[in-house]
């Protein structure tokens, strides 16, 4: 079942709505307010098998970006095309893979999701550098609120944030940002190319390595020089300090594109690497 919250003040009232495709116990806020940008977004948030049987247990929490995408086949953006993160979260937990967690789906504001999901403005497009309002929204205001109204783990070794193409860019950023925040980053088909690679050269700049588990693909059908983004930013991570089959996990999907179903079929492996069962 799904339950919808008014988001008038984050939302207090529930009632129960019908699911599409959904599987497993939802919570969906509507209309999330920020002070930090002006469009309302929504948030669905996936609750683990057992979360209502056990009311002492706390949860490792999962922040994932355009969450229209993850979890509802008549949500996202291509109709039927999710990534089936609840299916395959579901299956994991209940198999005793991973450890169970609570996965925020943080829905995209449409026409804003450029500006947003970019660190600065990229002179091609003359558009973007948001990422910072974004993050301030995640940080300041969304992680507050999950952390108050459901029982997390808040340290940052049990908090990830994921996404894929920009939102695999806004991941790597905003993990970089706040290492004390997020301790886990699945950066899915970065869009490594966006300034003129400046997520690279955030990276190189970087003073010291923080304590960051990071799962990092791409697909090998997604474009020119997409993969070369990628190993750029993998060889500037392990230049750092990450070593690769340890605190950081690189992917090449072999003949995949830059679609929601390749993506659905990467997050088996990347919820194993970052959640692993203890």
Known sequence: MLVINSAEEHGAVTQPLQSHTLTGDFRAHMQFHSKFLPTKRDVLIYLPP???ADRRRRY??????DGQNLFDGATSFIPGQEWRV?????????????????IVGIYNTG????????????????????????GRLIVEELKPFVDSHY?????????????????????????????????????????VWWDDYRIVRDVQALRAKPHTRIWLDMGTDEGANAT?????LR??????GWQLDRDLKYFEAVGAKHSE??????????LRFLFPKK
């Open 60 to 65: 490792p929490v999962l922040y994932l970006h």
């Open 235 to 240: 060889d500037a991570l392990v230049g750092k």
């Open 151 to 191: 029982r997390t783990k808040r340290d940052a070794a049990d908090t990830g944030l994921g996404g894929s193409s920009l939102g695999g860019l806004v991941t790597m950023y905003l993990g970089l940002r706040y290492p004390k925040v997020f301790g886990k980053l699945a950066v899915v088909s970065p869009s």
């Open 228 to 232: 070369d983004g990628a190993r750029l």
């Open 261 to 270: 179903a390749a993506w659905a079929e990467r997050v088996k492996p990347f």
């Open 50 to 52: 057992g979360y209502e």
């Open 86 to 102: 609840d299916e395959t979260a579901q299956a994991l937990i209940l198999s005793h893979a991973i450890e169970p967690v609570i």
């Open 111 to 134: 026409k804003e999701r450029v500006e947003e999901y970019t660190p600065s403005a990229d002179p091609k497009f003359k558009v973007g550098g948001k990422a910072d309002l974004y």
